[in-house]
């Protein structure tokens, strides 16, 4: 095997958390040598937020214009064209992964190594067989959709979220099982197109439930028929079927699995590296990103931590600057107020706590929830379909948590990140500024269920 040039930093990998790490690496003036054995960019700018989420928003146009409230104002829609609207979606992807990656490995001069890696022995590391030497390595090879145990599922041509955006044609009808975040925003992106789709699956077991009620009336309206049961085999057929734990059946021409993720380390011989992982196969590591060999590092969703493209290129960042001693102390990520989003229409976002988490983590809860019908801005809209829900500690009023349901959801999640941080209690959010008739003035009016009184509001009072 060939030998080349020392590096300090390797990274395995090309996405957020890898971007991340070898910008802070370089940052710090340390060398770092970027190796992909696929497609530069990860999951993110390839087969996740970019082309999943820019696919929704044209699936809501035109649902908008099918649901549109005010009729004095008549739109119309038609049958899609989803072979345009991929190569659009295409054509976007590989601007960004050019701007957003290859552009800027250049910038920061950090080459980027085609091939597979595979360590050989804890403290070497070769790509196509030629050792690849460094002081130091980090893992960030991300997650891939896993394969369920589903008995009759290798008999049929099913879909991951990855292949159903490459799709030519729009199916006639679609079976998605998975109730998470990948399955409900697929499930309404190809009901939106205009596609009879079924989902199997608990709607959003993660979230609050006052929020999943809002959905799953929501999906009702738009025509999905849902099944909140387990999946336990799936029969071959034009159409095909999926069977679940009760004996109900769902028929469909097509079928989309999305019902988790694996993290992506196969071809790494973790085992030859000393590396350790957990149950479902991801990589362990410590506050500091460190593995279980003090020579490797690891970062974004192959540790299996929340899976959001923020927070890969945060614990990427950490992950880095320890692996390479940049620091006076070692960085860790902090979590606190941590927001996430599910894309459908109406979001679904939360940020900090659930109430059933702050009662786990000891705190004496208390919990109110604003009606959108008590949001001038959803009125203004013709759409209340939704709730904003703030969980606070009793004994000190700072807010814990901020759940809501609404077509803007997740552009609330900053300012609520921000007053979780910042250890704000409910009585000072509802006597901050909030502009009037926009989404965000939830926060504010939701903080103001707090008070004793139940007497009605005025509209900015």
Request: hydrophobic share 45%; aromatic share 4%; proline share 5%.
């Amino acid at each position: 095997m060939d030998e080349c040039c020392t590096s300090d930093l390797v990274v395995i990998g090309s996405g957020g958390a890898a971007m991340a790490a070898a910008i802070a690496a370089r940052e710090a003036g340390r060398s770092v040598t970027l190796v992909e054995a696929g497609t530069l960019g990860g999951t993110c700018v390839n087969v996740g937020c970019v082309p999943s989420k820019t696919l929704l928003a044209a699936a809501g146009v035109r649902h908008s214009a099918l649901a549109n409230p005010f009729p004095g104002a008549p739109t119309h829609a038609g049958p899609v064209d989803l072979a345009a609207l991929v190569e659009q979606k295409d054509e976007l992807v590989a601007r960004l992964r050019q701007a957003k990656y290859a552009d800027v490995a250049e910038a920061y001069g950090v080459p980027v190594r085609s091939g597979v890696a595979r360590f050989i022995g804890p403290d070497r590391l070769t790509v196509d067989r030629q050792v690849l030497p460094a002081k130091a390595y980090l893992i960030a090879t991300g997650a891939a959709p896993a394969t369920p145990d589903l008995p009759g599922l290798h008999q049929v041509d099913w879909l991951t979220s990855t292949t159903a955006m490459e799709l030519a044609e729009l199916p006639e009808s679609l079976i998605v099982i998975g109730g998470g975040y990948v399955g409900l925003e697929q499930a309404q992106l190809f009901a939106h197109l205009g596609s009879k789709v079924t989902l199997v699956g608990r709607i959003a077991p993660t979230a609050e439930p006052e929020l999943a009620a809002v959905l799953r009336q929501v999906f009702t309206d738009d025509g999905i028929s849902v099944i909140e049961e387990h999946a336990i085999s799936v029969e071959p057929g034009k159409p095909l079927t999926v069977l679940t734990r009760s004996g109900r059946r769902a028929s469909g021409e097509r079928l989309l699995v999305a019902t988790g993720r694996r993290a992506r380390t196969a071809a790494l011989d973790l085992d030859a590296a000393a590396v350790k992982t957990d149950a479902a196969g991801f990589i362990e590591v410590d506050a500091h990103q460190r593995t279980s060999n003090p020579l490797v590092y690891a970062a974004g969703d192959v540790t299996g931590g929340p899976q959001y493209v923020y927070v890969a290129a945060a614990a990427g960042r950490a992950a880095a600057l320890n692996a390479v001693g940049a620091g006076a102390q070692p960085v860790s990520v902090d979590y606190t107020g941590l927001p996430g989003v599910i894309f459908t229409r109406p979001q679904l976002a939360h940020a900090g706590l659930t109430e059933a988490a702050a009662r786990a983590a000891g705190h004496d809860v208390i919990a109110r929830t604003l009606d959108l019908a008590d949001l001038p801005r959803a009125l203004a809209n013709r759409d209340t379909r939704g709730v904003v829900k703030l969980v606070a500690d009793a004994a000190t009023r700072r807010l814990l948590g901020a759940h809501a349901a609404a077509e803007t959801a997740g552009d609330l999640m900053l300012a609520a990140t921000y007053a979780i941080k910042a250890g704000m209690t409910v009585e000072q959010i509802a006597e901050t500024w909030a502009p009037y008739l926009t989404a965000a003035e939830g926060l504010r009016l939701a903080a103001g269920l707090f008070s004793d009184s139940d007497k009605p509001r005025s509209c900015c009072a």
